[in-house]
């Protein structure tokens, strides 16, 4: 396997486990045509609502659009929500996911307001105190049951209590004495917590944060992602940059690869973290070189960078886009 093409053929029926905090994208769509009286805020007129996979959800269906074989396993409220996100699954085409429920707290949701294109303002649902207890005994239980059957691990850590200290430790040693690559699709400022992934995917604000200083420019990018590879004990990075592209950073290779992007035009990067995430633990899934998919996961975030919302990146898709492949 030489090119991101074949590599799109390889990732397809590869099982990846997903495991973080899920949610549901709500999208209110609509039109502003005025100033309220009220208040300096667009009056939007409603036409429609969309429901969604969000956060971990997310990056299980950007997997099932790949063509990958996804298992999930993720922490929910006990509530009506869950009804809403097995709907979505099924919808999808996606295997039934692992819910552990949690009666304590409400199934988390965002709430997106959109005029025309424009977001004009989100509100979120959520509780995110640390999963502990029967529940996170639960939770681990899940992941080991499902390990032996899948080929990589996307860990996806949106901060909603799901993915605690002692639950990444437990999932990366697991992974590890298994033999199985695990992705990380980050959150927080310290990435110690992560020590053992094969792969950690912060976008440029992330990596910032996790340093404490500004990373404007291609050598600030490449001596903080160093930085904090020495520091947190991380093997490879990829760090992505919205419309600057991607930059891999590994501890096996003296120079980064920078990879420019291949969005035509830029609409929404929410949700290309996810994209990125899927494609690369498909990618370890298959056996790829990380350069080789990360090659693919620029070319796939190229394609959800183009739509509004969380969305996702077909083969279709992916194959059309002006890169090379």
């Excluded at 549901?24 to 309220?36: E, F, N, P, V």
């Excluded at 509530?79 to 429920?101: C, E, N, Q, S, T």
């Amino acid at each position: 396997m030489k090119t991101p093409l074949e590599l799109l053929s390889l990732i397809q029926g590869q099982p990846v486990l997903c495991v973080g905090d899920i949610m549901l994208d709500l999208y209110i769509y609509g039109q502003a045509h005025r100033i309220s009286p009220e208040a300096p805020v667009p009056v939007v007129r409603l036409t429609r609502r969309l429901l969604a996979l969000g956060g971990a959800g997310n990056v299980v269906k950007n997997l099932g659009a790949l063509k990958a074989a996804p298992r999930t396993v993720c922490l929910t409220g006990d509530d009506a929500r869950v009804d809403d996100l097995m709907r979505l699954f099924k919808h999808a085409g996606l295997a039934d996911p692992v819910f552990i429920r949690d009666p304590t707290r409400p199934t988390s949701v965002k709430t997106r307001i959109i005029a025309g294109i424009q977001q004009v303002v989100r509100f979120d649902e959520e509780d995110d105190r640390p999963l502990e207890g029967r529940l996170a005994e639960e939770l681990l239980a899940a992941v080991r049951d499902i390990l032996p059957e899948v080929r990589a691990v996307a860990l996806s850590d949106y901060g909603k209590g799901c993915l605690t200290d002692s639950f990444l430790g437990a999932i990366l040693d697991l992974a590890q004495n298994a033999g199985c690559p695990v992705v990380v699709d980050p959150k927080g400022r310290d990435y110690r917590r992560y020590r053992g992934a094969t792969l950690v995917t912060p976008n440029r604000v992330e990596l910032a944060e996790a340093v404490g200083r500004p990373v404007g420019t291609t050598e600030e990018l490449e001596s903080a992602g160093r930085e904090l590879m020495t520091v947190c004990g991380l093997a490879n990075l990829l760090v992505t940059l919205s419309e600057d592209g991607m930059m891999l950073l590994s501890s096996s290779q003296p120079e980064p690869v920078f990879l420019p992007s291949q969005a035509r035009e830029v609409f929404d990067v929410s949700g290309a973290g996810d994209t990125v995430a899927a494609v690369m633990a498909a990618a370890l899934a298959a056996g790829a070189p990380l350069d080789l998919g990360a090659r693919l996961a620029n070319l796939a975030a190229g394609v959800v960078v183009g739509k509004v919302g969380t969305a996702t990146a077909t083969p279709e898709e992916i194959a059309a886009q002006p890169g090379p492949l």
